[in-house]
């Protein structure tokens, strides 16, 4: 793999930074990767599991020479980021981002970019229910798709670039509007993510009363609510609030249909649950062939893990 | 391990009657497992890959001579089986069944046992998104619990010896009352089942819309959805009929704190996101703890698949 950028800046340095930086490393596509964290905790971390050629403690000195500056922070927070760095960006820089929200972002961020940078933003859909700069590797965006949302009028040579370094780091890259990518991703990911912290919530407070059976009994299905649900909860709460529209659209529907299956149950109506659980069935099949996960049980402990 | 029964005969032949014949005979817990299943199909298919030491064609066979019947058949037939193989069952034999409800199945299959018998509900809590004969596997159940609900008047002596069973086949066991049974799993299993398996169906409309795209950016969150809502429907369609006053209650529950989440979003309370987020993270914990899963990431991937 040859190089893509000569120096990468990372701004913050989470699950999602950590990676790129291992996978960028592991690929040798950039010259040199740098990074930023507001915490000096995290920056100290970083220093200590060599996470980062470089680690800086003011944010101005981490951007002025990037080529590429990649903003992984809290989608609530990209735009006073932005502000930040903004007098401080090469000439002729790409600026993206990693945010699972595209309109909000671009909304935030755009008016502070100075007009001689390329601004790109961009989502990997991947992730763990685990946060921090010791959580990353390298493999995490392998076969994972980044979707790139370019704005309107954006060059095509820096966009090039940008796919370049995804598809290095072991991505499949799409293009796609932000309004779009906003609404399929509210299905695919904030909706259920919604849901399964809602469960959890309701989980919890029956479980002070059942004393711990909940958690003791959580092997069939809550389990993997509350894996989805342990995710980094400034991360979900910015997510929520940026992507509000999409969001709650989606919840409606869910709700309609949850209360139409709620129905069935109540008139004993077997015949509609067992068509919709067939239906089902089927999209999951449709997962597995699509490559987004395999056909293997999972009945909740991993390699390393039990046995 | 030594020798709790003589002879076990396993009725209906799916994801956990094959799981538990692997089980038994690795720890070599009956002289002989049998079995029996209405499909002539999976009859064969048992013959085949060498699922019990025999297959019947006839249930009444299959029962004779056994010391303990177990019933893995969907709870909404515990009950015709039940009458099937009243009148051939061995005097002092114990009947069990593996049925995620407990009540409906005292109440449908109790009346048809003979007073010379034992009767003794089961619930190992484990399982997997496949069904069928050949996706058992001995290890299924190693550190996951198995509930016991003896009804009233249960002689100790066999329910020990189906304690001593579950715990060879590698289970934790514990004793509980039926009802208490069913609203706990209503709210660790049966719930989380179908709000998986409506949020799946809310995606599958809006995929058709979307050509694909659902299913193609499956992997945050929504993935872990359809592996829920890929179990049986046949099953799942029983369990919701039969423990319909529980999952309804629970249900309930969820339904007003979701809207209560729905609403935080809408009027942007960030704080009553980020607080509930954090509580429901902290519920993970407690599970990683209690050993019911590991804290390995899981990025949906298992050992044998991807890469």
Chains 1, 2 share one sequence.
């Not at 920056?43 to 020479?65: F, H, P, S």
């Not at 711990?212 to 894996?227: P, Q």
């Not at 299956?261 to 067939?278: M, P, V």
Request: hydrophobic fraction near 40%; glycine fraction near 10%.
């Amino acid at each position: 793999m040859s190089q893509v950028y000569d120096r990468v800046a990372l701004i913050g340095l989470g699950l999602i930074a950590s990676s790129m930086f291992w996978a960028i490393k592991r690929a040798g596509l950039a010259g040199e990767v740098v990074g930023y964290a507001r915490s000096a905790k995290t920056r100290e971390t970083a220093r200590e599991i060599g996470l980062c050629d470089q680690v800086y403690d003011d944010i101005k000195d981490a951007v002025k020479d990037a080529d590429l500056v990649v903003l992984c922070v809290p989608v609530g927070v990209m735009g006073a980021v932005a502000a930040e760095i903004s007098g401080s960006l090469k000439v002729g820089a790409t600026v993206s981002d990693v945010g699972s929200v595209k309109q909000d972002v671009i909304q935030s961020v755009g008016p502070h970019l100075p007009d001689n940078v390329h601004f790109i933003p961009a989502h990997p859909i991947a992730g763990t229910e685990h946060s921090g700069p010791q959580s990353g590797f390298a493999e995490l965006f392998d076969n994972r798709w980044c979707l790139l949302v370019p704005v309107e009028g954006t060059a095509p040579e820096p966009v090039a670039k940008l796919r370049a370094l995804w598809e290095g780091i072991g991505s499949n890259v799409e293009e796609m509007d932000a309004e779009h990518h906003d609404l399929v991703l509210a299905v695919t990911s904030h909706a259920p993510h919604l849901i399964a912290y809602t469960m959890v919530g309701v989980a919890d407070d029956l479980g002070r009363v059942t004393d711990g059976e909940v958690i003791k009994y959580s092997a069939a299905g809550f389990r993997d609510f509350t894996r989805i649900a342990a995710s980094d909860p400034t991360m979900w709460r910015d997510v929520f609030l940026t992507n509000k529209e999409a969001t709650l659209e989606i919840l409606g529907r869910f709700t309609e249909e949850l209360f139409a299956l709620q129905r069935a149950i109540r008139t004993e109506d077997g015949d509609h649950l067992f068509d919709y659980f067939t239906r089902t069935r089927a999209i999951r099949r449709g997962i597995v062939e699509a490559g987004q996960d395999t056909s293997d049980a999972d009945f909740g402990r991993g390699p390393k893990g039990g046995k």
